[in-house]
């Protein structure tokens, strides 16, 4: 059970679009559309902001979308703003009511 | 108010054990499964297991087998991680989180709150 890759920074400036990738395998990513991914600040807890790979909760903004196929699941922020800085992590259902983490990606914005 | 809150800071010997305590409140106990997830000093997080509040049944990710136990109190509606043969990189913030429950045994598998975290300081 091998954490997903993710880059481990993404940089754009204010307004820019950017893509974070979520690279699984055919066990975890590929297998269910159980893929989310969490925004968190240094010193802060993680918050949810896609579920089942493109959902998102009440109160997230809609420049965060994600989407999937095959293997690899992604987070698009558009029009990004300063406060979209910080660390993002994929998670995946892995099968055996068991899941994985991505190494998480540093956002910067420019 | 629902939240999940944790019991504070610990500071362990190599080979002892921690066990880290998170009380649900606000929310019916039974609904959602118990995630506990660590983050070691400036690293990801890690997915460490569940376990199922209705039944107790707990699956780990493998490198924890073994070496990590969870269980519940209904009584109390709280959940406790324990942690056995701790070592040097067993240092990091261990959280709690909960993921909402369908048909008994199945989940959506997001967790949309989160216990403040407990930092499991091992050091000789």
């Known amino acids: 059970q091998s954490a997903l890759t993710q880059p481990a920074s993404v940089s754009g400036s204010p307004g820019q679009s950017i893509t974070i990738s979520c690279t699984g395998t055919s066990s975890d990513v590929g297998s269910h559309n159980l893929v989310s991914w969490y925004q968190q600040y240094p010193g802060q807890v993680p918050k949810v902001i896609i579920y089942?790979?493109?959902k998102r909760p009440s109160g997230v903004s809609n420049r965060f979308s994600g989407s999937k196929s095959g293997n690899r699941a992604s987070l698009t922020i558009s029009g990004l703003q300063a406060d979209d800085e910080a660390d993002y992590y994929c998670?995946?259902?892995?099968?055996?009511?068991?899941?994985?983490f991505g190494g998480g990606t540093k956002v910067t914005v420019l | 108010q629902v939240q999940l809150v944790q019991s504070g800071a610990e500071v362990k010997k190599p080979g002892a054990s921690v066990k880290v305590s998170c009380k649900a409140s606000?929310?019916?106990?039974?609904?959602?499964?118990m995630h506990w997830v660590r983050q070691a000093p400036g690293q990801g997080l890690e997915w460490m297991g569940l376990i199922n509040p209705s039944n107790g049944n707990t699956v780990f990710a493998p490198k924890f087998q073994g070496r990590v136990t969870l269980t519940r109190d209904t009584s109390t509606s709280t959940f406790y991680l324990e942690v056995s043969r701790l070592r040097s990189e067993d240092t990091a913030v261990y959280f709690c989180?909960?993921?909402?429950?369908?048909?008994?045994?199945?989940?959506?598998?997001?967790?949309?709150?989160w216990g403040r975290g407990t930092l499991v300081t091992v050091s000789s």
């Open positions: 989180a909960r993921d909402l429950l369908y048909d008994g045994d199945y989940s959506y598998w997001y967790f949309d709150l």
């Open positions: 606000g929310y019916t106990f039974t609904n959602y499964f």
């Open positions: 998670c995946s259902y892995a099968g055996g009511s068991s899941g994985v």
């Open positions: 089942e790979v493109d």
